[in-house]
Structures are given as C-alpha cells and as structure tokens.
T-cell receptor
Framework: DAGVTQSPTHLIKTRGQHVTLRCSPI?????VSWYQQVLGQGPQFIFQ???????GRGNFPDRFSARQFPNYSSELNVNALLLGDSALYLC????????????FGPGTRLTVL | RKEVEQDPGPFNVPEGATVAFNCTYS??????FFWYRQDCRKEPKLLMS???SGNEDGRFTAQLNRASQYISLLIRDSKLSDSATYLC???????????????FGSGTQLTVLP
C-alpha cells in the first residue's frame, strides 16, 4: 500500500506570494495533520482535520489555512509568504484522530526568497 | 521554557559504543511519550513508544520518569545506520478545545563513526 504522499516535493516562492501544498493520506485514513519543521527544530503542529472538520489548530497566524476533501486528501494554504515560512511542511495521516498512530509523508520543502 | 527540551548534540560516537539521549517535558499532565527517528532531509518515523515501566526493542531501551518529567533513550552497540536525529515527542493531556497533538523536541543529532 502507498504511504502518505505530498506534492510538490520542493517549491521556491518569493515574499508575498501564495502557496498551496497537497497531501494524500494512507488509504482508509480519515485524519490529516500538518506540521512545519524549520531547519534545526522539531516539527510544529499547524492543523488537524478529521472527517473533513478542523479538529485543532496550532499557534500559527491566519495566513495559514487548510481544508480536507471528501476523499480525505488535504491542502495547506499559506498567504503573503514571509522569509520565515521557509521550512519542511509535513503531512501525517491516521485512521482515527489519534496522533500516536500517525504516519508522516516525505514533506514539501518550501523556500521563500 | 520549551515544552520538550533535548540536548541538541551533536553526538559523535564510534561503532559499537553505547549512547544515551535525555529529554525533559514541562506538561506534567502529558500522557504518551515517544522517540522518533529522522534521517537527513526525510520525514520523522516512529522508533518506539515509551512506557512507565521502561521498554526495550533490540538495542534500544527507553525509560520514562514521570516524577522528574524525564525521558531517556539508550542505544547499545551503535551501528553506522543509527546515524540520524532522534526526536523526543510528547502527547499532552487533552484540554478543552484543544486537539491532541504531538509536541516535538528539537532533536538530538547522532553520528556513528566507523
């Protein structure tokens, strides 16, 4: 079975632009969580979606938004990009919303110039 | 104070050595604990859960001290393939209106040298 997939793999944007990152969970998994990992730090929680509803949000500004589709795939949107948004964006899926059963995707590496 | 604190390292050890990583957490109501492994430019992968009684998986031993809010990971007989960043992860107790979310430390970098 395929694991969690994310696209694109890499992305380069300039300040002020908008970006959309995509995630497809493991087949049968209904929960998707998004994390931001800045170089040298551990991943930081951004959002969790379960059954297409937002279950939680981390300490991120309103420039960050997300949604989950009927097929349980998810998008993370970031508006008005800042240099500090440069990071590895990780998506993790689980069957239920239980974080300790999450499986991570390979991530999207975003560089903001 | 960070919710989960780890010694960032780096730890450079020879093959066959025993190495220990430590981690402290600030939320005394935390209920689940894990060690994740992250290879360079890859995603984190669960290495092992940490139980109050301590647990072992081959060359890896994890221990939890709830009173001291302290977690450890011991790697015996280090292999070259153990080179990675080890992330201490805590799952806080659910509070009203908050999602249960993994809280990661910054990671400890290990390099096993031939």
């Amino acid at each position: 079975d395929a694991g969690v997939t994310q696209s694109p793999t890499h992305l380069i944007k300039t300040r002020g632009q908008h970006v959309t990152l995509r995630c497809s969970p493991i087949s049968g998994h209904k929960s998707v969580s998004w994390y931001q990992q800045v170089l040298g730090q551990g991943p930081q929680f951004i959002f969790q979606y379960y059954e297409k509803e937002e279950r939680g949000r981390g300490n991120f500004p309103d420039r960050f938004s997300a949604r989950q589709f009927p097929n349980y795939s998810s998008e993370l949107n970031v508006n008005a990009l800042l240099l500090g948004d440069s990071a590895l964006y990780l998506c993790a899926s689980s069957y239920t919303g239980t974080p300790n059963e999450q499986f991570f995707g390979p991530g999207t590496r975003l560089t903001v110039l | 104070r960070k919710e989960v604190e780890q010694d960032p390292g780096p730890f450079n050890v020879p093959e066959g050595a025993t190495v220990a990583f430590n981690c402290t957490y600030s939320n005394s109501a935390s209920q689940s604990f894990f060690w994740y492994r992250q290879d360079c430019r890859k995603e984190p992968k669960l290495l092992m859960s940490v139980y109050s009684s301590g647990n072992e998986d081959g060359r890896f031993t994890a221990q939890l001290n709830r009173a001291s809010q302290y977690i450890s990971l011991l790697i015996r007989d280090s292999k070259l393939s153990d080179s990675a960043t080890y992330l201490c992860v805590v799952l806080p107790m659910l509070s009203s209106g908050s999602a249960r979310q993994l809280t990661f430390g910054s990671g400890t970098q290990l390099t096993v040298l031939p």
